[in-house]
């Protein structure tokens, strides 16, 4: 079946790319029917194979130096991020929002209220939730003034790929 619209993809902080692959190899039904196009990627890496084919453009690579106008430009039906975990994590610094990492997660929501996609994945480490859940409750506050139904919960990796690690989304 074919749509009138592109269901398009953005994706930072994007580390493997693991959205866009899941999205590509474990649901070949949905890639059939809707046809999915990335339409930008950045990570801190530059290395990664196979997912530059995004044709990213120099506006897109850092999500810290985005203007408001470029975050409208990147508009795309799903937005993903994977944002820097070394705040939340025990084994990262655990500063939470004094961290230097927070900028990134400040660009992240910059960009979604900015260009408002259709639907949103954020995800962490359920640290997180476990001792930051204030900086989760401000997520939560930014997306629902930005007119978001919020879902939030836990998923074990190993349901999906073969490693133990619980992620907060």
């Known amino acids: 079946m074919q749509h009138s619209w592109q269901f398009t993809v953005g994706e930072d902080c994007g580390g493997l790319g ?3 692959h899941c999205i590509n190899d474990m649901c070949p039904q949905f890639q059939r029917q809707w046809q999915p ?3 930008f990627f950045s990570e801190f890496e530059d290395d990664l194979p196979g997912l530059h084919s995004a044709k990213t453009s120099n506006l897109a690579k850092d999500a810290c130096k985005r203007t408001k106008a470029v975050s409208q430009m990147l508009r795309t039906r799903l937005y993903t991020a994977g944002f820097p975990s070394q705040n939340f994590s025990s084994s990262g610094d655990n ?3 004094f961290g230097v990492h927070f900028k990134v997660l400040r660009a992240v929501l ?4 900015s260009s408002l996609p259709s639907m949103t994945v954020l995800e962490n480490v359920k640290g ?3 001792r930051h859940r204030k900086v989760v409750l401000m997520i939560i506050r930014t997306l629902q003034r930005a007119g978001y139904n919020i879902w939030c919960g836990f998923l ?3 349901c ?3 490693q133990f690690r619980v992620s907060f989304f």
């Open 110 to 113: 910059r960009h979604i209220v």
């Open 37 to 39: 196009l990335l339409t």
């Open 95 to 97: 500063e939470g929002e």
């Open 160 to 162: 999906v790929v073969p």
């Open 156 to 158: 074990d990796a190993r």
């Open 18 to 20: 693991t959205v866009w």
């Open 128 to 130: 997180i939730w476990v």
